[in-house]
């Protein structure tokens, strides 16, 4: 009996969520959750965001994190808000808020660990996040085609070489890790689910140069190592589908979206690898842009097809970090007029197991085909919004 109080003791001490709400006082919790992100978020705003080392860390540059509420608290479902001063949308000098977001998201994480439904509220001064961003209806768009009917799933490849106008190179947008670089790493999972989905008579197109040869593009590099942006202007489609944002670094994330708009996709399934020092599979979706429900449904697909092949197929304690959402903290789920999620795949610099899987083929493999099972279920149910 002792043991057990003392194991119990232990995980009382180790996962404050995990507890039932006759043990410890919801108010305690909650603050004890808030007490973690806010120390997390500080320390964020203590550094540049990566790719933005040429600036000050935010908290120089005046950024200020207002408050940070836990709103919801439960063993299924955390519903953060952060508040963060005017600043943060101008630290950027070009007013990309993009990459500051993704550290405070990333430093939050630890705290937060695995829940199945964490869902985000961004708030500048009180105002929400997704009030002061550009909206896709600005923009081409047509209504989302089933894949039924032809409509096509566009795999997006997360990032690859751009045009970096204030250092003015060419170069990657996410550093090698462990032997491991997001850009072409992405891209070797997202070409795998396009031979799966072809092979499976899905219309699938990939939105980054598809072919793994030395055609060389804008950067003198091979094509398919480049980000979206440039293939699609390859492709001829418009320039305000391509040319969009206030540098390449964003334009590459907004052509993803208004490509899938304005070739009226069946939906974008965006591959990306995960930075934080965690461990497992998350899948996000845009909480706010008017596609949540069917975003939803398909990032509960996503995320529990990978989770459970990687489980069955690779290794049996995978972690399942579940689903995240947001009020427009990403440009590739926020702009796209259809269901869209990002699969957050594995932790590039966890070594083992994320970091290993990353390096193994069969792992690719594996992911690729879960995910096309995953559209398989979502397409056969039907498409409404
Ligand atoms: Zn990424």
Redesign the pocket.
């Given at each position: 009996m002792a043991a057990v109080l003392g194991a119990a003791m232990v995980l009382l001490m180790a996962d404050p969520r995990a507890q039932d709400g006759t043990v410890v006082d919801a108010t305690a919790l909650k603050a004890r959750i808030e007490g973690a992100l806010k120390a997390r978020i500080e320390g964020a705003l203590a550094a540049a965001p990566r790719n933005l080392e040429r600036l000050l860390a935010p908290r120089q540059a005046g950024v200020r994190v207002n408050d940070v509420r836990v709103l919801e608290s439960s063993p299924a479902a955390l519903r953060v808000s952060i508040d963060l001063s005017q600043r943060a949308l101008t630290y950027e000098p070009s007013g990309n808020v993009e990459p500051l977001l993704?550290a405070i998201i990333q430093a939050s994480a630890s705290a937060i660990g695995p829940t199945p439904i964490v869902d985000y509220r961004f708030t500048i001064d009180g105002l929400p996040l997704d009030q002061l961003l550009p909206r896709a209806s600005a923009q081409t768009s047509r209504p989302a085609r089933s894949p039924a009917d032809g409509g096509v799933i566009l795999v997006s490849p997360?990032?690859g070489l751009y045009w970096d106008e204030a250092l003015g190179t060419w170069h990657l947008?996410?550093p090698r890790v462990r032997g491991i670089v997001?850009?072409l790493v992405?891209w070797d999972i997202a070409r795998y689910l396009q031979d799966e989905l072809i092979a499976a008579n899905i219309n699938a197109q990939l939105a980054r140069y598809p072919e793994r040869d030395a055609n060389a593009g804008p950067s003198g590099n091979a094509r398919w190592q480049e980000g979206a942006k440039y293939f699609m202007q390859m492709l001829g489609a418009p320039e305000e589908i391509w040319n969009y944002g206030v540098d390449d670094y964003a334009r590459d994330i907004n052509a993803r979206p208004f490509y899938a708009n304005w070739i009226d996709a069946a939906a974008v399934i965006?591959i990306?690898?995960?930075?934080g020092e965690e461990t497992g599979t998350e899948t996000w979706y845009d909480a706010t842009n008017g596609y949540q429900g069917e975003s939803g449904r398909l990032a509960e697909i996503v995320n529990r097809h990978v989770v459970s092949a990687i489980r069955e197929r690779y290794n049996a304690n995978w972690v399942d970090r579940g689903l995240r959402t947001c009020d427009g903290c990403k440009g590739e789920n926020r702009l796209a007029s259809r269901p869209a999620v990002?699969v957050?795949i594995a932790y590039m610099d966890t070594a083992m197991p994320d970091n290993d899987a990353l390096h193994d083929e069969a792992f690719k493999r594996l992911v690729a085909q879960a995910l096309h099972s995953a559209i398989q279920e979502w397409g056969a149910s039907g498409l409404t919004r």
């Open positions: 993704d997360g990032h947008q996410r997001e850009d992405n965006a990306h690898n995960n930075g990002i957050e």
